[in-house]
């Protein structure tokens, strides 16, 4: 990862699947809806669900409004009753793992995940998930597998978002060129998928490419990302015109990064550059 002024740690921008309620950067490749009911009710007079299934359902419906409301603690109460009801149900291990994650439990987190594979191994939710786990964890090669599976699979509607975390692991461990071809096909199938070409910038700046990062983080500004995104690209961008000696395009750049998310990390971050600039 590309270390900001000071080394500081920032967390990619990766692409995964937030348990039935979007999250900021990540993108939903969800099978089923909340609200749907399960396979075995979808066929009228077949299969009809029993008193259990019913009742883990309804508690697996709880937990997601309590997800998608930010109420995590409860979330993982009616979830937890819902798989212990019925415990091989890979939508609810979903989105436990995800609530797990919110909470910071990341060991739950992938066990639960890992439990959703377990149930069904071709569950490409679960595989985008935990791929994203794995790059938050810095556990790169356990994240190159998984992300890999999707793009093998012809049937998964959002390639770009593995071809993502992909390119991302490899620039990780250090494989640059497929993890620059692999950033690169993800903006082939999506031109306006900026996490993407975010991430390409990044790398191309650690490679000293600096005009063509200012180029990838420029489309990144026109994509108009939200103000954590575009603070981020700022500060990324004041790096570069610092080295190539435009001190005056750097403070302009940190002064509009401070001011669109003054409490947000790279607000933070670009205020002290700023500081130590003036």
């Given at each position: 990862m590309l270390r900001s002024r000071g080394r500081a740690r920032t967390l990619p921008w990766i692409a995964a699947v937030a348990a039935l309620a979007a999250l900021p950067t990540f993108g939903c490749a969800s099978s089923r809806s909340p609200?749907?009911?399960p396979p075995e009710t979808q066929v009228e007079g077949k299969n009809e669900p029993t008193h259990d299934q019913r009742v883990a359902h309804m508690h697996y419906e709880l937990g997601v409004e309590h997800l998608s409301a930010g109420r995590t603690p409860q979330a993982i109460s009616e979830l937890l009753?819902?798989?212990r009801i019925n415990p091989n149900d890979e939508q609810t291990q979903l989105a436990l793992a995800e609530a797990y994650r919110r909470s910071g439990r990341m060991l739950e987190a992938e066990q639960h995940l890992l439990r959703a594979l377990q149930l069904k191994p071709d569950f490409q939710q679960a595989h985008l998930n935990i791929s994203?786990?794995?790059?938050q964890l810095e556990r790169y090669q356990d994240a190159i597998p998984h992300?890999?599976?999707?793009i093998d699979d012809p049937t998964f509607p959002f390639p770009?978002?593995?071809l993502t975390n992909?390119?991302?692991a490899e620039f990780q461990i250090g494989r640059l060129d497929p993890a620059a071809q692999h950033l690169a096909m993800a903006l082939d199938y999506k031109p306006d998928y900026w996490p993407a070409r975010l991430n390409l910038g990044i790398l191309e700046a650690?490679?000293?490419n600096r005009a063509e990062a200012v180029r990838q983080f420029e489309r990144v500004l026109e994509a108009q990302p939200g103000p954590l995104a575009e603070a981020e690209v700022r500060y990324r961008l004041a790096e570069i015109r610092i080295a190539m000696g435009d001190r005056a395009a750097a403070i302009d750049q940190l002064t509009k990064a401070t001011d669109l998310h003054p409490s947000g990390p790279w607000g933070k971050r670009s205020a002290e550059y700023l500081k130590s600039l003036q």
């Open positions: 609200r749907q009911q009753e819902s798989a994203a786990l794995y790059i992300a890999q599976h999707l770009w978002r593995a992909l390119g991302w650690q490679r000293s």
